[in-house]
């Protein structure tokens, strides 16, 4: 059961840090609380008394929406709706549309956060794979002797193991900036216990941007979800991929290159045959959604892959 005295919403940053320091040791920071909840409610950590619960979901700073073709700015209280609602959003990020489209359902959407998402650090999100791909950067605020600071860090320095981040006790994970990627193709994969409202077993963001002439891949970017503790970006294959044509022989090539990485502690065999699956198919629809010259990506490969 969880217990609660208080609940918090703070208007401004300050306020934000007001109340921290009023209440050090006794508060929790919750943004949408879909992740919060569940793990209280279900007795997974028996009862749980938290005195005060800070909600900063409304501090403008964390509704943050800054977007052009260079970077993308966002406030960590993004519910994972608007990347399905807000077509600009979806140009420059196109794999974070497909991945929102299977993230919970419509209601959790409106409260989930991308925040909540990094910071909660399941090796199965669904938000941070595509923010690997991204070279998100996550901004923190904390207050030392009445002024606000920020730090930055790489995404992948971040999230060090499952549910473990560099989140210091008194900071706020205000926003997320990443790469602005138009003119990208981006796919998400994701397999998990049932087919709706499930955290995934497996997940992959794939990207790819073509040359002029359809045939070459200019650049990739690639980075799978819940094949060990944290999400891993796949440099290698992306160089590869860069480094001649895309057919079906060097995709199939590919495909095979982060089998051996799976590290997680259940349904490897399993786990490594998603990852072949995702990468075939993942790469497949990332390349058509970037215009592949259609006899490049062949009706047979659609059949298998697609
Ligand atoms: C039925 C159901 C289905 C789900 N489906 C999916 C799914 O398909 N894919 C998926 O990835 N997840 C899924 N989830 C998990 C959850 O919805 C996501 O992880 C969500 O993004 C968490 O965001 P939140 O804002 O609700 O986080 P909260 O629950 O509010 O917070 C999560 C953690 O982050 C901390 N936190 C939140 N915001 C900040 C901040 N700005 N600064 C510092 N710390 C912060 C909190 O203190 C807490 O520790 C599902 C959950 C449920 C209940």
Redesign the pocket.
């Known amino acids: 059961m969880l217990l609660c005295d208080d609940y918090l919403t703070p208007k401004s940053l300050a306020e934000a840090f007001d109340m921290i320091e009023a209440h050090r040791g006794h508060y ?12 209280a409610r279900e007795g997974r950590a028996g009862d749980v008394h938290i005195p005060i619960l800070i ?3 409304r501090i403008p700073e ?1 509704r943050e929406k800054i977007v052009d073709d260079k970077r993308v700015r966002l406030g ?2 993004t ?2 709706q608007r990347f399905l609602d807000d077509a600009a959003l979806g140009r420059v990020m196109p794999a974070m549309p497909r991945c929102a489209v ?4 419509d209601q ?1 959407r409106e ?10 650090a ?1 090796p ?5 794979p595509p923010l690997f791909a991204h070279d998100a950067v996550i901004e ?1 605020a904390s207050r030392k002797n009445g002024r606000i600071e920020t730090r930055k860090l790489p995404i992948d320095e971040f999230i060090v193991g499952p549910g473990q981040t560099k ?1 210091a006790d008194d ?4 926003t997320i900036e990443c790469e602005s990627l138009p003119g990208y193709g981006g796919s998400f994969e ?1 397999v ?1 216990h049932r087919r709706s ?4 077993t497996v997940c992959l963001a794939a990207l790819v941007k073509l040359d002029a002439s359809g045939h070459t891949c200019k650049d990739v970017r690639l980075a799978i979800g819940g094949i060990g503790p944290v999400p891993v970006r796949l440099h290698d294959v992306e160089q590869f991929l860069i480094s001649g044509p895309l057919n079906a022989g060097r995709l199939e090539q590919a495909a095979e290159m982060p089998v051996s990485l799976v590290r997680s502690r259940t349904r490897q065999d399993y786990r490594r045959d998603v990852v072949r699956g995702f990468m075939l198919r993942g790469l497949f629809n990332a390349a058509q959604r970037a215009g592949a010259s259609a006899n490049l990506l062949t009706p047979d490969m659609e059949a298998a892959y697609a």
Do not use: H, M, Q, Y
Not at 197 to 200: R, Y
């Open positions: 929790r920071l919750v943004a949408g609380a879909t992740d919060l909840l569940p793990w909600d900063v979901a964390l960590a209280a519910a994972v299977w993230f919970a359902d959790l409260s989930a956060t991308i925040g909540g998402n990094v910071v909660n399941s199965a999100a669904d938000a941070t923190l989140l900071e706020i994970l205000t994701k998990g409202l499930v955290i995934s």
